[in-house]
């Protein structure tokens, strides 16, 4: 998988699928049974952001937030690889990408840490979310609410499949191949 970081923009949303057993779960719990073995389903969500003069993923880890490399998923058939590229236009507006870009570098400094709480409420009603750290739908939507007209659900919680089907945003043709 080669990247075309000529048509990436901040604020586009980077869809990655997988195939360890946390994706597996993660597929079952955001889509269901019937989607357990599907590699077309979102399981992790990142934001190309332009630091150090390169195109990067910033993305919640277990480590919480964090910059990598798009070359990190380059090989379809690891643990995780990127599906899809997609693009809102509000969220790509040169004065939305320079907010965000300062709000990824203050949360970088802040050092947001992962919220397993807030994943594990998919699975049971009585975990809440912890408010103060995110999971990685979560950081893209928090980062976006106030551009993206998101389903009133979205509130609550969002995964990843969610953010991947969602109709305000479209697939970035040519991004990668």
């Known amino acids: ?64 937030l964090e910059l990598n490399s798009l070359e990190r998923y380059a090989k379809v058939g690891g643990r995780r690889w990127v599906i899809s590229i997609k693009r809102n ?35 049971s009603k009585r975990i809440k979310d912890n408010k103060k750290r995110c999971y990685c739908s979560e950081y893209y939507y928090q980062l976006t609410r106030w551009l993206v007209n998101y389903p009133k659900e979205f509130k609550e919680k969002v995964s990843p499949v969610e953010l991947q089907i969602c109709s305000d945003f479209v697939v970035v043709t040519n991004a990668f191949r």
């Not at 048509?7 to 889509?31: H, K, N």
């Not at 969220?91 to 807030?118: C, H, N």
């Open 89 to 123: 236009n509000k969220v790509t507006k040169p004065d939305s990408q320079a907010a965000l870009q300062s709000q990824i570098a203050l949360d970088l400094r802040r050092g947001i840490e992962y919220d397993y709480a807030g994943l594990f409420e998919f699975v």
């Open 1 to 64: 998988m080669v990247f075309n970081y000529k048509l990436l923009q901040t604020g586009d949303m980077v869809c990655c699928a997988g195939r360890s057993p946390f994706a597996g779960i993660t597929r079952i719990v955001t889509s269901g049974w019937r989607n357990l073995f599907r590699r077309d389903i979102a399981v992790h969500t990142g934001m190309i952001v332009e630091m150090y003069g390169q195109k990067l993923i910033a993305e919640m880890q277990a480590r919480g």
